[in-house]
């Protein structure tokens, strides 16, 4: 299994111009996320799927759009980037056990580092 | 609010020495708890967790240990390497499907 890809691995965008991230994982995990992460913030959640036609938002959604066709894929768009959105995007996929409908651990790609200028 | 509190970096120790990482919860409920590692450059990788109070997580040399009564997850390693130079995040799952994380504490072990 490759786990949970992410393409591309770096990008410079222009302000105003739009993108899409995209992520793939060959694991069957129903639950699929975004996050961005700031230099010495953490993690931030963007937005997150727990199915396919299934999308919700996380803490950070402004700025950002996402769709879940698949169970594969959770693409990421940016619509009319800003100098805010320079930052390093992670794409993360996770089952559950179902016992108590607690999430178990995710799995997380090798991210997307963003510049806008 | 769930909140994780961890440990402000960074942190810089000697080859051998003991690593203490403090993590705290507020959640409510019994959440699962984790901690990842991120290497430079690489996304973030599971090393431990634990789902139940009392529970002990532990790989690579690294434990901990699920403390509900103190509401705490601090990471532990007897002895460090080099190669454990990282950034370390304590994270906690409920029921909402999500996991909160901490702000990550960087460790830099010198030869």
């Known amino acids: 299994n490759a786990g949970v890809t992410q393409t591309p691995k770096f990008r410079i965008l222009k302000i105003g111009q739009s993108m899409t991230l995209q992520c793939t994982q060959d694991?069957?995990?129903?639950?699929m996320y975004w996050y961005r992460q700031d230099p010495g913030m953490g993690l931030k959640l963007i937005y997150y799927?727990?199915?396919?036609?299934?999308?919700d938002k996380g803490e950070v959604p402004n700025g950002y759009n996402v769709s879940r066709s698949t169970t594969e894929d959770f693409p990421l768009r940016l619509e009319l980037a800003a100098p805010s959105q320079t930052s390093v995007y992670f794409c993360?996929?996770?089952?559950?056990?179902?016992?108590?409908?607690?999430?178990?651990?995710?799995?997380f790609g090798p991210g997307t580092r963003l510049t806008v200028t | 609010g769930n909140s994780v509190t961890q440990m402000e970096g960074p942190v810089t120790l000697s080859e051998e020495a003991f690593l203490t990482i403090n993590c705290t919860y507020t959640?409510?409920?019994?959440?699962?708890l984790f901690w990842y590692v991120q290497y430079p450059g690489e996304g973030l990788q599971l090393l431990l967790k634990?789902?139940?109070?009392?529970d002990k997580g532990s790989n690579k040399g690294f434990e901990a240990t699920y403390r509900k009564e103190t509401t705490s997850f601090h990471l532990e390693k007897g002895s460090v390497q080099v190669s454990d130079s990282a950034v370390y995040f304590c994270?906690?799952?409920?029921?909402?499907?999500?996991?909160?994380f901490g702000k990550g504490t960087l460790l830099t072990v010198n030869p």
């Open positions: 993360a996929s996770s089952y559950l056990l179902g016992v108590r409908d607690t999430p178990y651990e995710q799995y």
């Open positions: 694991m069957n995990h129903n639950y």
């Open positions: 799927s727990v199915g396919a036609g299934i999308t």
């Open positions: 959640a409510t409920g019994y959440p699962s």
């Open positions: 634990a789902t139940k109070a009392d």
């Open positions: 994270a906690f799952g409920g029921s909402n499907y999500k996991l909160t």
